[in-house]
């Protein structure tokens, strides 16, 4: 089954000195684009996250996100008080304090906690030196965070999926009863394509030989011919049914084959000379359209 290049996992590993959170975010791209956007990650291991991650992920955009929150007792050891009083006093000024604030913590002085918990949370709050928290023996703690955030990531990657494969598929096939009715209109079409030659010939009051009209009407038509359009759109759907459901990764073959799709739809379109073909063709297109938009996330 496919696999949506669309995913999210997150895993936490509780550490000596306190919580480290991992959040593994995925988008679709053309390559495996990794961006590490902490600098808790020591950096004889980044190199060693990055492997990790193009093989499992393969291809997409992916953004690792790690935070920290040091234990009770760490903190109290590493909080910037500078900056954690500024902090506060940019909070108190932003209260009323005679109508909100004094009154609050007079009834609850509960709220003082709560407001310098969240102060905590603020950056710059708690000193950089806690940059260093994975240390080596912590290591095995946290590679077993990014094993679990990963498993995370692929099981929602393997669910989207399926929502997109149903979609396609569906899509694919939409095409395909489409380009029925633009046969049954075949028929139809020659009928008034003749009927439009003799009508001009009638205008211009010309003598034709009928057996020299019947010629040059086969040679006319053979030009809006389309039942090679027909065959190959035919085949590149096929195609496309073969490639979704054998390969692992198809994402960048379906994309080149979609293209030949939509060469075939545009060519029926250009020989329509009919006007429902011609709303089915915008039909066809519309759905190829979506199916171009929703591949483009698969991996």
């Known amino acids: 089954m496919i696999q949506s290049m669309t995913g999210y996992g997150k895993a936490e590993a509780l550490l000596s000195s306190g919580k480290l959170t991992l959040e593994i975010r995925t ?9 590490i956007k902490s600098s808790l990650l020591p950096k004889d291991k980044d190199l060693e996250v990055r492997k990790r991650l193009a093989d499992k992920l393969v291809r997409g955009t992916i953004d690792v996100f790690i935070s920290f929150e040091a234990g009770a007792s760490d903190t109290a050891h590493s909080v910037n008080q500078e900056v954690f009083h500024s902090y506060w006093k940019s909070a108190v000024a932003a209260l009323d304090k005679e109508t909100i604030l004094t009154k609050t913590f007079t009834k609850d002085p509960g709220v003082g906690s709560v407001l310098a918990n969240a102060i905590l949370r603020l950056p710059d709050v708690v000193d950089a030196r806690k940059t260093d928290v994975i240390g080596e023996e912590e290591w095995p703690l946290v590679s077993a965070a990014l094993d679990s955030a ?3 990531l692929m099981a929602y990657r393997a669910q989207e999926g399926k929502a997109l494969y149903a979609d396609v598929t569906s899509r694919v096939s939409g095409i395909l009863k489409l380009y029925e009715q633009v046969e049954a209109l075949e028929g139809e079409r020659i009928a008034t394509v003749r009927e439009k030659l003799q009508k001009a010939l009638q205008d211009l009051q010309a003598k034709v030989d009928p057996s020299r009209f019947e010629q040059e009407m086969v040679f006319y038509l ?32 379906l994309g080149f084959i979609i293209q030949e799709m939509g060469r075939e739809i545009n060519t029926t379109g250009s020989k329509a000379n009919h006007a429902g073909i011609q709303q089915l063709v915008v039909r066809m297109k519309d759905e190829l359209e979506k199916i171009r938009e929703q591949s483009m996330n698969i991996l």
Do not use: S, T, W
């Open 27 to 35: 988008l679709n791209g053309k390559n495996a684009e990794i961006n």
């Open 150 to 152: 990963l498993d995370r």
């Open 222 to 253: 053979e030009k809006y011919d389309i039942n090679e359009e027909k065959v190959r759109l035919r085949q590149h759907c096929k195609y496309f049914m073969e490639v979704i459901d054998q390969e692992p990764y198809p994402g960048k073959k």
